[in-house]
């Protein structure tokens, strides 16, 4: 058989993204949902897991956060293997793991402009994802080398410091992150607004909000994943970060939109509604 009669996905050569992450056992966030997602976009996914989560559509119960060292040896290993098209840094858990990222960005050979951060700080049912002083250091040694951070309001008032922000609040706080991480890119979703529009901060100090559109669905868990994994394969597919935050955008909707029952709970979207999987 030539070349030219195979099917694209086994011609093509994928781009490697690595995603450093949780895992979830239902599959709605985290690993493998990044994974999927970077499938969906014809991205290969290479993968760190920073905690091992007890939890289901229903919710988490249990986190065991993996020891820094382990960690530090997992992206040492795959380093050495491939150097990625981008990282998508999802939850952390740990200061020691936070660290640990923060020097394998230093030495990792991947631009910063491609580094998507999801500052992962507590669940949807009220879990806490990242000790306290695990914050601290995300703050002091990992924002400034990422070229995009992803917070949801709440996250972005912790980001700042701030007291519980609303809409209107968000420009200003989105600044503030701005002005203290130069060259950062900062993506404030607003799923959990009344209006689910999005708002997107440049380093120029340009900024635009990205009006979304309500799905009514049930199946929301691990939007904020989607959102950045989708996020991270239009930059490595060289889109500029309009065009790349409003496609990431639109990307999670139709996911939405086609989302099926899984679980008892708040399931997943389904990430691979693009895909011909006959």
Known sequence: MNEAALPACERDVWPIALTIAGFDPSSGAGISADLKVFAAHRVYGMACITALTVQS??????????EAATVREMLACLREDAVPAGVKIGMLATAGIVDEVAEFLAFGGVVRERVVLDPVVRSSSGRELLDREGVVRLRAELLGRVGWVTPNVDEL????GAAPLEREDVPR??????RAYPGLHVLVTGGEMERPDDFLLLPSGESVWLEGSRVETTSTHGTGCALSSALLCELIAGKGPEAAARDAKEYVTKALRAAYAVGR????MDHLFGMCMG
């Open 157 to 160: 008032a912790v980001l700042v």
């Open 173 to 178: 706080a989105a600044a503030e992150l701005g």
């Open 265 to 268: 709970g708040r399931g997943p």
């Open 57 to 66: 559509t229903l919710g988490v119960r249990r986190v065991e956060p993996v």
